[in-house]
């Protein structure tokens, strides 16, 4: 989820950077989709108290990443009813980081998201660089393409 979401967010800064607050809204959201990493793991450590989900076992681990989204949700939220007009960045991010939080915290109940990890982990890594350096350029290729102006219309004489 992380991964599209990295790419929507390239893609959508290269696009508007002609627009200064929706260029840059886009560039600092992208960094938010990664909160739950860190902040997850200190939350275990730093704030226990804040896992108010309380699972047991190795699903507790979900609970923090799910927490975490939560938060980072709240966050740019907040950021978009501050300047509604501008916000589309926020909302972008938001989307990708609930919907990381609902399948990171349900993949334990769908099997098929095991064998869909192992399959994944059967691709060699060569094979990830190379697919991951291709959507990267593609995502920059149509996001610069995407934000060129509009073509001028030829001076009539």
């Given at each position: 989820m992380a991964i599209a979401a990295y790419l929507t967010l390239f893609y959508l800064a290269l696009k508007h950077r002609r627009n200064v607050r929706?260029?840059?809204?886009?560039?600092l959201a992208t960094p938010l989709i990664l909160f739950e990493s860190p902040f997850g793991r200190f939350m275990d450590l730093l704030f226990p108290a804040w896992n108010f989900i309380g699972s047991e076992g190795p699903h507790a681990i979900l609970d923090t990443i799910a927490i975490s989204d939560g938060i980072a949700i709240v966050f740019a939220m907040t950021l978009y009813f501050m300047d509604r007009k501008h916000g589309a960045p926020w909302l972008v991010a938001s989307g990708f980081m609930a919907v990381q939080a609902v399948l990171t915290w349900f993949t334990p109940q769908m099997p098929f998201m095991a064998d869909?990890?192992?399959?994944?982990?059967?691709?060699?890594?060569?094979?990830?660089?190379?697919?991951?350096?291709?959507?990267?350029?593609?995502?920059?290729?149509?996001?610069?393409?995407?934000?060129?102006?509009?073509?001028?219309?030829?001076?009539?004489?």
């Open positions: 929706l260029h840059a809204g886009y560039m869909l990890f192992a399959a994944y982990a059967t691709i060699p890594e060569a094979v990830t660089l190379v697919v991951g350096l291709a959507l990267g350029a593609a995502a920059a290729w149509f996001g610069w393409e995407a934000g060129k102006p509009p073509a001028r219309k030829p001076a009539v004489a």
